[in-house]
């Protein structure tokens, strides 16, 4: 029964990386690891029986484990960010980082948190780009990252407060 489970969770997620935060008792969650291969499990887990959570309690509990595992992920992106400068490759800037977008070579779109804002209704984070604040170059640099199978992400802070940076593939 447990690998049914598991396997319906990973033809589900398949394909994606979304992170994927377990909970259970502690003994469920152990065993679910172990049977597991989902490549974006969360290490911890929220060892409470979900059926005694409501949904909102269910993510105020999750959602620390989530943004550490965002907060690791941001500093590897800043570190790939810094080293590809280092060696002359990285993005910073307006329009340095659209150019490298519409030509295909933005792994991950880097913005800051000014440019994110719960959606209305409670619904998922969205990125809103204001052109007049001068983001439309950056709205921009945005669709042709996505286009061309790339990510976008907000971190706490770019390096000399550019509204833009991008990790590139090449």
Sequence with gaps: YRREVTRGVEDYLAGRTIPLIRAGLPEWVAVYREINSYPHLVDTAVERNPD?????????????????????????????????????????????????????????????????????????????????????????????TLRAGGAIRVVEALPDAVPAAAVVRY
């Design 52 to 144: 005694d959570l409501a949904a909102d309690d269910l993510r105020r509990a999750a959602w620390p484990l989530l943004e550490e595992r965002l907060k690791k992920e941001n500093e590897a992106l800043l570190d790939r960010l810094h080293e590809q400068f280092a060696r002359g490759t990285g993005v910073f800037g307006l329009e340095e980082t659209r150019r490298a977008a519409r030509e295909g070579r933005v792994d991950t779109l880097l913005v800051p948190p000014e440019t994110s804002a719960a959606a209305p209704n409670g619904n998922s984070p969205v990125v809103l780009l204001d052109d007049e604040s001068g983001y439309g170059l950056v709205a921009s640099a945005a669709r042709a």
